[in-house]
T-cell receptor
Framework: DTEVTQTPKHLVMGMTNKKSLKCEQH?????MYWYKQKAKKPPELMFV???????INESVPSRFSPECPNSSLLNLHLHALQPEDSALYLC???????????????FGEGSRLTVL | GENVEQHPSTLSVQEGDSAVIKCTYS??????FPWYKQELGKGPQLIID?????GEKKDQRIAVTLNKTAKHFSLHITETQPEDSAVYFC???????????????FGQGTTLQVKP
């Protein structure tokens, strides 16, 4: 079982809805990530939080709004999405490995989003 | 920026045979090379990784080799079993100098099918 928990597992929303995806980890990791994955494609990085501060935003449209309330939680707020935003949204976390060393990413099972 | 190419895109082997997946990267500053396995309906899971100060690493039936001069690395699975069937992603990363959250650049993935 993954140690990164994502809810909900499935979400169907209309283009005018507002919804949120949630992610939680209790491994003491200080970096948390949102990835988007389309079918038969690799994960694409969206956002990275390091020590609860946004450190990387991969030019993601503003209809996706990340939030890191504390070191264990990561949210992704969704508003006015488009059908092409339908995808698997993966949360991941990694431990602080120190300067110039990237740590192992632990992925959650993902939230499958369908935008009608 | 970094680019990672992965081959083959699909691979079918008989149970008990070996499987080899190859990746090449473009940025010579990359220093971390993980391999992820993604089963249907699940998030990617790290199976093995290697850093640029090591040429080879082995974990039971799985091994990874790295050739820094040629900028390529390979995943070797011996004595394949049906449960090895999944999508495998290679990735490359480097420390970004400001934090431990270096970006992972994924290859396009290889769908491995192990026939009983």
């Amino acid at each position: 079982d993954t140690e990164v928990t994502q809810t909900p597992k499935h979400l169907v929303m209309g283009m005018t809805n507002k919804k949120s995806l949630k992610c939680e980890q209790h491994m003491g990791h200080r970096a948390m990530y949102w990835y988007k994955q389309k079918a038969k494609k690799p994960p694409e990085l969206m956002f990275v939080y390091s020590y609860e501060k946004l450190s990387i935003n991969e030019s993601v449209p503003s209809r996706f709004s990340p939030e890191c309330p504390n070191s264990s939680l990561l949210n992704l707020h969704l508003h006015a999405l488009q059908p092409e935003d339908s995808a698997l949204y993966l949360c991941a976390s990694s431990q602080d490995r120190g300067y110039y060393r990237v740590g192992e990413l632990f992925f959650g099972e993902g939230s499958r989003l369908t935008v009608l | 920026g970094e680019n990672v190419e992965q081959h083959p895109s699909t691979l079918s082997v008989q149970e008990g045979d070996s499987a080899v997946i190859k990746c090449t990267y473009s940025d010579s500053a990359s220093n971390y090379f993980p391999w992820y396995k993604q089963e249907l309906g699940k998030g990617p899971q790290l199976i093995i990784d290697i850093r640029s100060n090591v040429g080879e690493k082995k974990d039971q039936r799985i091994a990874v080799t790295l050739n820094k001069t040629a900028k390529h690395f390979s995943l070797h699975i011996t004595e394949t079993q049906p449960e090895d069937s999944a999508v495998y992603f290679c990735a490359a990363s480097k420390g970004d100098g400001s934090s431990n959250t270096g970006k992972l650049i994924f290859g396009q993935g290889t769908t491995l099918q192990v026939k009983p």
